[in-house]
């Protein structure tokens, strides 16, 4: 014999609520009052029900869909951001959908398509800022939008998620100043990039700054971006630290990209932090692991926000807009000291 399935109408007979009570519980709608919603999902935990998704959606009139658009989503301080967008989800009723971008030409057309009604009920966009094309297409969306670790200064019907990234690189290279080092190099990503990423490109901006205060003279030599990755940053790493007169710090704009100074060092016999300082910033876990002094980024914390406030944005479309800094931590650990 088929055992009959457990339905919404058996829920709400236990329960002695309405099913229209029972669906508004099982769907978090505030119209429940705590104790009732309680209650209920007592009673759909003892009946290991499971609501059908399908018409959850024609219920609702909802994808139960949301996205989120990612660069290179294998990045450590992507998947950071990831495990807290996941991990504060798993306790809603939608489903994830992940666009992985790689290329400009993915970068434009998600823009372009997938923030529509009929594909997903909200947007979260990481670490990709928005440009000044492209602020329309977000701000005329059919969906709620959240931007993580990206920002716009026109789009400010949106909740945006950022981090100071300006004070962060002015804040390296103070403390690196603050040690003795006046010979201090700069390793991040190129400036001018079709992904519009800011985060290499505005910590660099807060070296100079540190610089420029402290009365030490930028040297471009010092100065070097490319390719984020291990690969690129230990070549610029060798390049300048075989120069005549050799930088004693590199602050590297990633601690992936730390990781490649530290590797130029060693293959160069140099000493780290005696005959080398090195940052990094993000905080990722290879951090920790390699004693690598850097920046800390509330990476998970981002991730869990911006789903935080998608979702309230969803439940009261009238939610005011929040523009939010996370702040940021400078980690001290093995890699830095005083210039030999």
Do not use: W
């Amino acid at each position: 014999m088929v055992k009959k399935a457990i339905t919404i109408r058996d829920i709400a007979k236990i329960a002695g609520v309405s099913p229209g009570t029972v669906s508004r519980a099982i769907n978090n709608s505030p119209l429940v009052n705590p104790e009732t919603r309680q209650k209920v999902m007592q009673v759909v935990k003892a009946l290991n029900y499971v609501p059908n998704r399908m018409a959850q959606r024609l219920a609702t009139g909802k994808t139960l869909n949301l996205a989120v658009i990612v660069p290179f989503f294998t990045a450590p301080s992507v998947t950071e951001r990831l495990k807290g967008v996941v991990s504060t989800l798993a306790r809603s009723r939608y489903d994830l959908i992940i666009h992985n971008i790689e290329d400009p030409e993915q970068r434009a057309d998600c823009f372009r398509t997938i923030p529509r009604q009929d594909r997903v009920d909200g947007v979260l966009v990481i670490s990709i800022s928005p440009t000044d094309e492209e602020v329309p297409l977000l701000a005329e969306a059919g969906v709620p939008i959240v931007l993580i670790d990206a920002h716009h200064p026109a789009l400010t019907t949106l909740h945006q998620i950022t981090v100071d990234d300006v004070a962060g690189g002015r804040a390296v290279t103070e403390y690196l100043i603050g040690l003795g080092h006046t010979r201090i190099g700069f390793i991040g990503d190129p400036a001018n990039n079709p992904f519009n990423f800011t985060s290499s490109r505005d910590r660099a901006r807060g070296y100079r700054q540190a610089l420029e205060a402290a009365g030490i003279l930028y040297r471009p030599e010092y100065y070097a971006e490319g390719p984020h990755g291990r690969r690129y940053a230990r070549e610029s790493a060798i390049k300048m630290l075989t120069l005549p007169e050799r930088p004693t710090a590199i602050f590297a704009a990633s601690d992936v990209q730390a990781v490649g100074v530290l590797e130029a060092a060693r293959e160069l016999g140099l000493r780290v932090p005696q005959d080398l300082s090195v940052v990094g910033y993000d905080d990722v876990e290879i951090a920790e692991i390699l004693g690598l002094t850097t920046m800390r980024q509330r990476l998970f914390e981002s991730g869990r926000r911006g789903v935080e406030l998608l979702l309230k944005t969803l439940e009261d479309p009238e939610t005011e807009p929040v523009y939010e800094v996370l702040p940021t931590e400078l980690v001290i650990r093995d890699t830095t000291g005083p210039p030999p």
